[in-house]
Each structure stands twice: as structure tokens, then as C-alpha cells.
């Protein structure tokens, strides 16, 4: 059977033995858990990438493309970036909170600077309306809301890319200004790729997958890419590896040498 229809049937016996019968579930023999396929990662060519942002004609959309490529980002990190994440004088954007808890930096592309300079004045104007009409609070982590009640309202803790509505938060029963639903970036880069007449099958993540292959096309060396994307252990990094082994860079087809 597949791996996951294996996984879904233990999981359900584990349940069985603890919440039915509450006794611990450990040893299972010899029992030998299939495991998931290996894929490689879908990557796209540097022209693909191009093609691809170019036929993203909303702006705010195409720039939040562009950091998912441009640094290395996963969708939601890149929803989740506050204004006071982008730092211009060092040429940085540090990622928060990122898989695994962590922090971690990524360089910022000179040329998405100005994209990003308009993107804040944009939320800079629309969080002073917001504080106009009472509002201009935005969801604060790990209990910083009750340690440091005004920081909500403090333009750096604003979303880059705000949503363009205000919701109810559920977690406190507070009208806010959430950010932008992660959706729309996945609809807008599978559509683009339409329209480019890219046959891969492409998502945002293909966009992180491109920017870790492309480095070390350039020579970067496979901790520094580790280091960048956030992986906890180089062997993730590691698949990257995989995809640059292909015709063409270290490998020539036998077919080539025959006289047709």
C-alpha cells in the first residue's frame, strides 16, 4: 500500500490504544513503516523565473513573487513580514518565526528596493486611516500584545502586505487589519505560469526551490544555501544537489556519440 494510506491506518490505531483503551502504543515490532517517495523539487530556469514575474501584472503581487524567489522565502513568511522586518540600510529582511521557530536573515535584491519603499509608504498611509477611525491594531506573537499593550498600533508591527479589508480577529474579538490571505499569491503565480506556457507544474514554493538551485549554479557553497532557506540539517538542503546533476553539466547521453 502507499505510504500514506499505511501512515493514516497507524495513526489510527494509535489513537485506538490511547484516547479508547489509554494504554501506550511503542513497540511495534517488526513492523516496517513504508516510506514516502523521494521527489525533486520543481525548479524553474532563470528565463522561466523571468517569464514568470513578468506575466504577474499586479504590482503587489509580482513584488511578493519576487521575494519568494529573490530570497529564499516560504509563502507564508512572506505574508507574515512586518514593516519593521525590512531593513534598507543593511540590505536585509529578517524572517521571524520562521519553520521551526527560528529567526534567520536573507539578503535583500537591491532591486526590489523601490518596489518595497512604495509597498511601505502604501501601508504607512493606510494604517494613519486606520488610526483615524479607532483602528490601526494589528496581532501581536507570543503574548507581546499584553506585555506591550501599544506597540499594535506602532507602524512597525504593520503587515507589509495588509489585507485590503478590516476582519474580526477571532483570537481577541477586535476588529484588525489582517494580512493579505496567502491565495491570492498561489492563484496569481499558477495563472502566470499559464500565461508564460510553463508545462511545469509550478507553485510558490518552486520560486524557493529556484532560488536555492540558482545559488549554487553561481558557486555558493551548500551551508551558506542552508543557512539562507533555514533548514535545520544540511541533508534537507542536500536534494538540491540532485537537481543540479543533469545533462548537460556532468553527464553526456551515450546517444550523443553515435553517428546518426
Same mark, same amino acid.
Given at each position: 500500500?502507499?505510504s ?14 490511547k ?10 515490532g517488526?513492523?516496517a513503516i513504508?516510506?514516502? /517517495?523521494? $521527489? !525533486?523539487?520543481?525548479v524553474?530556469s ?7 514575474l513578468? *506575466?504577474? #501584472? &499586479? ?15 516560504r ?8 514593516v519593521?522586518?525590512i ?7 529578517v ?13 535583500? /535584491?537591491? $532591486? !526590489?528596493?523601490?518596489?518595497l ?9 493606510? *494604517?494613519? #486611516? &486606520? ?10 506573537p ?7 499593550p ?50 511545469? #507544474? ?21 551551508r ?17 544537489t ?6 548537460g ?12
Open positions: 500500500v502507499a500514506s494510506t499505511q501512515r493514516q491506518a497507524l495513526n489510527s490505531i494509535i489513537f485506538y490504544y484516547h479508547c483503551l489509554h494504554k501506550s502504543f511503542e513497540d511495534i517488526d513492523f513504508a516510506k514516502r /517517495p523521494a $521527489k !525533486l523539487p520543481v524553474l532563470p528565463d522561466e523565473v523571468d517569464r514568470l513578468q *506575466h504577474i #501584472k &499586479d504590482p503587489v503581487f509580482r513584488l511578493m513573487a519576487s521575494l519568494l524567489y529573490g530570497c529564499g522565502m509563502l507564508m513568511e512572506c505574508v507574515r513580514l512586518r519593521f522586518d531593513d534598507f540600510d543593511y540590505q536585509q529582511i524572517i521571524r518565526n520562521a519553520k521551526g521557530n527560528k529567526d534567520r536573515v536573507t539578503p535583500l /535584491p537591491r $532591486k !526590489l528596493v523601490p518596489a519603499t512604495d509597498q511601505l509608504d502604501y501601508v504607512s498611509q493606510v *494604517h494613519n #486611516k &486606520d488610526l483615524q477611525k479607532g483602528l490601526g491594531s494589528v496581532y501581536l507570543q503574548a507581546l500584545g499584553r506585555k506591550y501599544n506597540a499594535a498600533k506602532e507602524i512597525g508591527w504593520q503587515y507589509v502586505f495588509p489585507s485590503p479589508r478590516i476582519s474580526l480577529d477571532p483570537r481577541e474579538e477586535k476588529a484588525r487589519r489582517h494580512h493579505i490571505h496567502e491565495n491570492g499569491l498561489q492563484r496569481k503565480v499558477k495563472q502566470a505560469a499559464k500565461d508564460a506556457a510553463i508545462t511545469k #507544474k509550478v507553485n510558490c514554493h518552486a520560486l524557493r526551490h529556484s532560488f536555492a538551485t540558482h545559488l549554487l549554479e553561481s558557486g555558493y557553497d551548500i551558506t544555501v542552508q543557512e539562507l532557506l533555514g533548514h535545520a540539517d544540511v541533508s534537507t538542503t542536500m536534494i538540491y540532485h537537481v543540479l546533476n543533469k545533462p553539466i556532468s553527464v553526456t547521453s551515450p546517444l550523443d556519440s553515435l553517428a546518426l
